[in-house]
């Protein structure tokens, strides 16, 4: 009996697999051949839309988002928020590993890996985050940097509702990873999985209260502000060096918060 269920869950685990590499598979395809459609002249061509999108994340962030970050964030002890963020943060890991693959960055998938394996045994299924105690190099990769190492452009700036700045190619990137990559997208249960992924954003959100009105302070133009840190940032990740487009300024490659982080 042990082994029909495991050999029919290693099946269906091959089914999954399968039916979630094949739209990777078409929207690379597809991102290939749209890269030459791109224009550097406009990076925010649909700016009418995305400050509309961007004002509802403000108005949803101050009104539900912040408090309810800020309410998990006082109730929460620090040792169990740590714990549910290094959870999360072991998870990625994965993502980060086939990413790497994909880019035949080897020796730091190898890193990676290591990392995963690591504090899923000895940190308690990633509560613990043992390997940077051991000195493991954490890495962050996603499809939509391992879309840029082979030469797809940004495409149209976009920002997406409650996420927050993107392009073209970061949404598709962030698709593929959610859909094919991410382990949570392979829970069976919706409730389950529905309630980890709120779970992850609440908690990432709450990580950035600290720094919430930092934009708003910052720029006379929060929305340019986010725009043009965004793009910048991401340039830096991918190709190593600041972007020099002139439509553009320059800005610390620092990690800048989710949309909502306002």
Known sequence: MARIISKGSKN??????????????????????????????NKDPLEGINRGVYKFNDVADKAVIKPVAGAYKA????????????????????????NQLLQFKFNEAADSAGRFVINSTFGIAGLIDVASMDGVKQYNEDFGKTLGHYGVGDGAYLVLPFLGPSTVRDTGGLVV???????????????VRNSL??????????????ASDLVDDAALDP??????????????????KPDTDENFEEYDSQDTAPASAK
């Not at 685990?13 to 395809?29: D, G, H, T």
């Not at 549910?84 to 980060?96: D, H, P, S």
């Open 12 to 41: 269906t685990m091959e089914y999954q697999m399968r039916n979630k590499l094949l739209p990777v598979i078409a929207f690379l395809s597809m991102a290939m051949a749209l890269n030459g459609c791109t224009t550097v002249a």
């Open 75 to 98: 109730v929460t002890p620090v040792p169990v928020r740590s714990g549910i963020n290094n959870f999360f943060t072991n998870l990625g890991t994965l993502v980060t590993t086939v």
């Open 177 to 191: 990873d959610s859909y094919a990559f991410d382990p949570l997208g392979y829970i069976d249960s919706p409730s």
């Open 197 to 210: 992924v709120a779970t992850k954003f609440l908690d990432k959100r709450a990580q950035y209260l600290p």
């Open 223 to 240: 929305y340019v502000f986010m725009r043009d840190a965004y793009l910048q940032r991401r340039h830096l990740q991918i190709n190593g």
